[in-house]
């Protein structure tokens, strides 16, 4: 694609050469007085003097006469370059005389005018004594100008588009997740005036996200108060209370127990912009345990070892089992591997998955999915298998096996060396 300094650059040289083109076509055909002038003075200089064929004295008195009051040296000229007359120094012929008028510079001397004859001759003074070579000079002044033109016009539209390219990178930047994105306002033209109101934008935001954030981390904790209260009352009816009754309170309080629970940590990993992730540990030891707790769980692979989160791995794995346990049919398969630098788990079951349109929708915050296979659940744990994953500087991926089963990828990086075989 082509950048955009260029564009505006190109387009610039393209109107300064249409113009140059338009000023150099409409000279040519209308001509100008000054050429014309030129022409006459050339006449007018012949009527003055004798015949070519006269005397060089009389052409010489005739040349006197011509030049009186110039100061400056002048000389006449034949066809073929000889002297026939000259006023002071004789002049040599300009090698790049031509027909008309001629002005020559002589870098150690005066200029030197030569004005060429109808007949032939060529009057060369070291003065000026007519215009000379207009359309020459008006070529060569227009070319100069688009020149001169495109190379200064370089750096101002660079620094235009260097201006549009900083507010790009930082709407970039802000699309990306990265609240603090800001552009410098450079100057006081439409391009700072856009900088500054996408600052301004940007601060909003930043500060609505932080108040959102906040507002749902201590909505979350303040819940814990009533759910403690509710389960200790639960406690205190013993046997009063109806068993199905009770059991189904205990139910909703654990349900709910578990959604705060998710909301709260996937409000930390908002929140955190930089987890230290130093511990090393051996992610197929930590899923062994984690699948120990799940019936027809079925763990191989390799023990890389990988520097992270401990507690966020095993909610990781955990949440995985939990929706396989959920929404899938046993038994839950679960693969741990390494490719390159990544260690990646792999987890699949005996069920038909979600359909190839919800592979990217199933981790939205809850989302779930619609069938007979799907029970309770809080619509936050696949969310937070990804917010995870990318805390560690990978991702989480719904796809297609080989053999066509659905399965769920998650790539962790900074994988450093394997520690074992399978298991």
């Given at each position: 694609m082509l950048r955009l300094y260029l564009r505006f650059y190109l387009a610039l040289l393209g109107s300064l050469v249409a113009l140059g083109f338009a000023m150099a076509v409409v000279w040519h055909l209308a001509g100008g007085p000054m050429e014309q002038a030129g022409v006459s003075m050339s006449?007018?200089?012949?009527?003055?003097?004798?015949?070519?064929?006269?005397?060089?004295?009389?052409?010489?008195?005739?040349?006197?006469?011509?030049?009186?009051?110039?100061?400056?040296?002048?000389?006449?000229?034949?066809?073929?370059?000889?002297?026939?007359?000259?006023?002071?120094?004789?002049?040599?012929?300009?090698?790049?005389?031509?027909?008309g008028i001629a002005i020559f510079p002589r870098w150690q001397r005066e200029p030197v005018t030569a004005v060429r004859l109808a007949d032939g001759r060529v009057l060369v003074a070291s003065v000026p004594i007519a215009i000379g070579n207009i359309r020459e000079v008006f070529h060569l002044t227009l070319l100069i100008l688009v020149i001169a033109i495109g190379i200064a016009a370089y750096p101002l539209v660079r620094r235009l588009s260097r201006s549009v390219e900083r507010l790009q990178r930082g709407v970039d930047s802000l699309g990306a997740g990265d609240l603090k994105a800001r552009v410098p306002v450079e100057g006081h033209d439409e391009?700072?005036?856009?900088?500054?109101?996408?600052?301004?934008?940007?601060?909003?935001?930043?500060?609505?996200?932080?108040?959102?954030r906040t507002l749902l981390a201590n909505a979350s904790h303040e819940l814990r108060t009533p759910l403690t209260r509710i389960?200790?009352?639960?406690?205190?009816?013993?046997?009063?209370?109806d068993p199905r009754?009770?059991?189904?309170?205990?139910?909703?309080?654990?349900?709910?127990?578990e959604l705060v629970d998710e909301i709260l940590l996937a409000s930390r990993l908002d929140a955190v912009e930089h987890w230290r992730l130093e511990e090393d540990i051996d992610l197929l030891a930590l899923a062994?345990?984690?699948?120990?707790?799940?019936?027809?769980?079925?763990?191989?692979?390799?023990?890389?070892?990988?520097?992270?989160?401990?507690?966020?791995?095993?909610?990781?794995?955990?949440?995985?089992l939990e929706n396989a346990r959920r929404h899938g049919m046993p038994p839950t398969q679960v693969r741990i591997a390494r490719v390159g630098a990544t260690a990646t788990i792999t987890?699949?079951?005996?069920?038909?998955g979600p359909d190839a349109s919800e592979y990217e929708r199933v981790f939205t915050p809850f989302y779930r999915r619609s069938g007979p296979c799907v029970t309770s659940g809080t619509?936050?744990?696949?969310?937070?298998?990804?917010?995870?994953?990318?805390?560690?500087?990978?991702?989480?991926?719904?796809?297609?096996?080989?053999?066509?089963?659905?399965?769920?990828?998650?790539?962790?990086?900074?994988?450093?060396?394997?520690?074992?075989?399978?298991?």
């Open positions: 006449r007018l200089i012949q009527n003055v003097l004798p015949p070519a064929d006269a005397p060089p004295a009389v052409q010489e008195e005739a040349l006197r006469r011509l030049a009186t009051g110039l100061k400056g040296d002048a000389t006449l000229l034949a066809p073929d370059g000889t002297v026939i007359a000259a006023i002071g120094p004789p002049q040599s012929l300009p090698v790049r005389a031509r027909r391009v700072a005036r856009l900088a500054a109101s996408f600052n301004r934008a940007a601060q909003r935001i930043e500060e609505l996200v932080g108040a959102h389960r200790l009352a639960l406690d205190l009816l013993k046997e009063s209370a009754v009770k059991a189904g309170l205990a139910a909703d309080i654990a349900e709910l127990d062994a345990e984690e699948c120990a707790r799940y019936d027809e769980v079925q763990l191989e692979g390799a023990a890389p070892r990988l520097q992270g989160d401990a507690r966020l791995l095993r909610r990781l794995l955990r949440n995985l987890v699949w079951d005996a069920g038909p619509g936050l744990g696949l969310s937070l298998v990804r917010q995870i994953a990318r805390t560690h500087g990978g991702d989480a991926h719904c796809v297609t096996m080989a053999d066509g089963r659905t399965a769920f990828l998650i790539e962790l990086a900074a994988a450093v060396e394997a520690v074992g075989g399978s298991r």
